[in-house]
C-alpha cells in the first residue's frame, strides 16, 4: 500500500473512531448480558442468573458494587432466553448453551442508590483510548483487527472509545514505558488537544510461556487511566487471554471512573452553564426537553421562557464540547438564532416583566432567579453564577 494511502486510512479511522461502538443515546448495552449456563435445568439457570446480574452490577457501578451488594435477580429480571453458544460442543456438553438475560436498569440503579452505591444514570464518558503492542503503538484500524476484545470489553460496559491520531509527532513525544514508569506528563499533553476528560493506556506483552495459539490471545497487561490532569489509576494484570483480561480490566476502571465523574458533579454544582433551546413548540417539547436531563441526572433550572424559546442553567460538570456532544445525543442541534435572547424571569411574578432592576447591566444568566424546574436539583444547594458563554440548541423534531 502506498505510504500516503496508509497515512489517509488511518486518519480516517481515527477520525471516525466513535463509529466503532454505539452512539451514547443507544439503548444502554448493560441492559442486556450473556454468560454460559451448564443445561437447561432450574439449578443451572438460577447459577446463571446470578453471574448475570454480578455482570450488571459491575458494569453499571464497578467492582465495590458487585462484592457488597447483593439483591434477588428475580427483582430487576425482565426476561431470559437459551441460545446456542459459540463454543464448539465437546464430551462434557452435547450443545453448548448461553442464556441472554435482559434487567430493568431502572429498577436496578434504584436498588443500587437505596444501598449506597453510586451508578451510571446516562451516557459514559468518551475516553481517548491508546494502545502499545509489542511491536508498538497501535492505531484503530490495528486494533480492530488485532485486539477486538478490547473494544468489544468497552462497549460491553458502555463506553465510547475515541483513538488518537498516532502522527509522527505523537509517536515521538510519547513513550509507553514512560508512562507505565510514572513519567506521564508527555502523554497527557499529547492527548490535552483531544479535549477528552478521561485518558487510558494499555501496553500489551505476549505472555512468555504460551506458544503457538495461546501466545496470540494470552497477554499480560499494563492499564494506566488519567483524568486530563493526572494519573488516577494505574495496574498490572498477568498473562491471560485478552477478553477476560479487557472484561476485569474495565470491571476495574468503572468504579473509578465513576467516582470522578460523581466529584465533577459535585463541583459543576457551584456553577451554571447557560443554556437557551429554540423548537420548544409545545407543552410536549417542554416535557421532552426536560426528561432528557431528568434521565441522565442533570440538575437544572428553568429561568425563562419566550414563544419557542426556553433558558435553562444547566449544572454540568464537563467542557464546553463536552456539553454540545451530549446536546447531540439528547436530539439538541447547535443553533444561532437571530431573535432576541431570551431573559431569565420569575416565573411567580409577571411572566414577561423584564429583569430585576437591582441587577442592572449585568449578564441575563449571572441570577439564577427562582427555582423554576419541575425538579429542582435535589441535594446540590443553589446554582451559582453561570458559566459567561451561553450555549445555543435547536430540539429537534420528533
Given at each position: ?336 438564532p437571530a431573535a432576541p435572547p431570551v431573559r431569565p424571569v420569575d416565573l411567580d411574578g409577571d411572566f414577561g416583566a423584564p429583569p430585576p432592576a437591582s441587577d442592572p447591566g449585568s449578564d441575563p444568566g449571572s441570577n439564577p432567579g427562582q427555582a423554576g424546574s419541575a425538579r429542582p436539583a435535589a441535594g446540590r444547594g443553589e446554582a451559582g453564577p453561570a458559566a459567561p458563554a451561553r450555549h445555543r440548541f435547536r430540539l429537534s423534531p420528533r
Amino acid at each position: 500500500m502506498p505510504p500516503m494511502l496508509g497515512r489517509l486510512l488511518r486518519a480516517v479511522v481515527c477520525l471516525l473512531g466513535m463509529a466503532l461502538l454505539p452512539p451514547a443515546f443507544a439503548a444502554d448495552p448493560v441492559a442486556e448480558v450473556r454468560v454460559d449456563v451448564a443445561d437447561r435445568s432450574s439449578e443451572a439457570r438460577d447459577a446463571a442468573l446470578r453471574r448475570a446480574l454480578e455482570q450488571a452490577v459491575l458494569r453499571l457501578a464497578g467492582e465495590r458494587a458487585k462484592t457488597d451488594f447483593w439483591i434477588a435477580p428475580d427483582a430487576v429480571l425482565v426476561s431470559y432466553q437459551y441460545r446456542r453458544a459459540d463454543a464448539p460442543p465437546d464430551a462434557a456438553n452435547a450443545e453448548p448453551l448461553d442464556l441472554v438475560v435482559r434487567f430493568d436498569l431502572a429498577a436496578l440503579r434504584r436498588e443500587l442508590g437505596q444501598a449506597g452505591f453510586a451508578s451510571w444514570s446516562g451516557p459514559r464518558p468518551k475516553v481517548l483510548f491508546w494502545v502499545h503492542g509489542p511491536q508498538g503503538w497501535v492505531d484503530a484500524l490495528e486494533l480492530g483487527a488485532r485486539y477486538p476484545a478490547l473494544i468489544e470489553a468497552a462497549q460491553a460496559y458502555g463506553y465510547t472509545l475515541q483513538f488518537p491520531q498516532l502522527d509522527i509527532a505523537e509517536r515521538q513525544a510519547v513513550q509507553a514505558e514512560d508512562v507505565g514508569y510514572g513519567a506521564a506528563s508527555r502523554w497527557l499533553d499529547a492527548s490535552a488537544p483531544y479535549g477528552l476528560s478521561w485518558q487510558l493506556l494499555v501496553t500489551l506483552r505476549p505472555a512468555a510461556s504460551a506458544g503457538g495459539e495461546d501466545a496470540a490471545r494470552s497477554h499480560a497487561s499494563d492499564w494506566v487511566l488519567a483524568d486530563g490532569e493526572r494519573v488516577v489509576e494505574q495496574f498490572s494484570l498477568p498473562a491471560q487471554p485478552l477478553d477476560d483480561a479487557a472484561q476485569a480490566a474495565w470491571g476495574r476502571l468503572t468504579g473509578r471512573v465513576l467516582e470522578g465523574d460523581r466529584v465533577r458533579r459535585q463541583l459543576a454544582a457551584d456553577r451554571a452553564w447557560q443554556v437557551e433551546l429554540a423548537g420548544v413548540q409545545s407543552d410536549e417539547d417542554f416535557l421532552r426537553a426536560l426528561s432528557l436531563l431528568e434521565r441522565d441526572d442533570v440538575g437544572y433550572r428553568v429561568l425563562g421562557a419566550a414563544p419557542g424559546r426556553l433558558l435553562l442553567a444547566l449544572e454540568w460538570a464537563g467542557s464546553a464540547r463536552e456539553l454540545e456532544r451530549q446536546a447531540r445525543a439528547w436530539g439538541w442541534e447547535e443553533a444561532r438564532p437571530a431573535a432576541p435572547p431570551v431573559r431569565p424571569v420569575d416565573l411567580d411574578g409577571d411572566f414577561g416583566a423584564p429583569p430585576p432592576a437591582s441587577d442592572p447591566g449585568s449578564d441575563p444568566g449571572s441570577n439564577p432567579g427562582q427555582a423554576g424546574s419541575a425538579r429542582p436539583a435535589a441535594g446540590r444547594g443553589e446554582a451559582g453564577p453561570a458559566a459567561p458563554a451561553r450555549h445555543r440548541f435547536r430540539l429537534s423534531p420528533r
